[in-house]
């Protein structure tokens, strides 16, 4: 119902709401992105010990599989990108004593050599081609993204747990009434 008081404004705007660090899905989603090409600097240092030249190829096609697969999901699962983000910084701060990866990719490359002996004669090369680049990097890539959503997602989980635990203890010695 409109007021008629001659001192009262037609349209009040609403105060500005201070930025955030991710006001926006693209902004999130932008991070992500940096934070995972960062965090590839160790798992291609360490490619280098079992890729060969031409190896690269996979390797470098694996990395845009991925990155593409991750935006992807964070398109269509927004309620992600936080949970991504933290992991992310989380694994690549792991990246100072790479045990994460040094362990993701091992397993990689034993799963990607295995899948290979079935297809190739057992006198193949001791380095990887295009295809072993491929998934291998894939593999160890689909590892670590996941490792970094659990990793993201463990905060919000503890805190939840937290709060129940906090809720039950309450009921339990009659402290709510």
Not at 126 to 135: A, H, R, W
Request: hydrophobic share 50%.
């Amino acid at each position: 119902m409109p007021s008629n008081a001659p001192n009262e404004p037609a349209h009040v705007e609403p105060p500005a709401r201070p930025a955030k660090v991710m006001d926006s899905p693209e902004d999130g989603r932008l991070i992500w992105s940096i934070l995972y090409g960062l965090n590839t600097v160790v798992p291609a240092l360490l490619a280098t010990i079992v890729v060969g030249s031409l190896g690269w190829l996979g390797v470098s096609l694996a990395i845009l599989l991925l990155v593409r697969l991750g935006l992807r999901i964070l398109v269509r699962h927004p309620e992600m990108i936080w949970p991504a983000v933290v992991g992310a910084v989380l694994v690549g701060l792991s990246q100072f004593c790479p045990i994460l990866q040094i362990f993701a990719g091992g397993y990689a490359i034993g799963l990607t050599k295995w899948l290979l002996s079935l297809v190739v004669s057992s006198d193949q090369q001791s380095k990887l081609g295009i295809m072993g680049g491929f998934l291998a990097t894939t593999f160890t890539g689909l590892e670590l993204l996941t490792i970094s959503i659990v990793l993201g997602r463990l905060p919000r989980g503890l805190l939840r747990l937290l709060g129940r635990i906090k809720s039950w203890r309450a009921e339990t010695l009659g402290l709510r009434a």
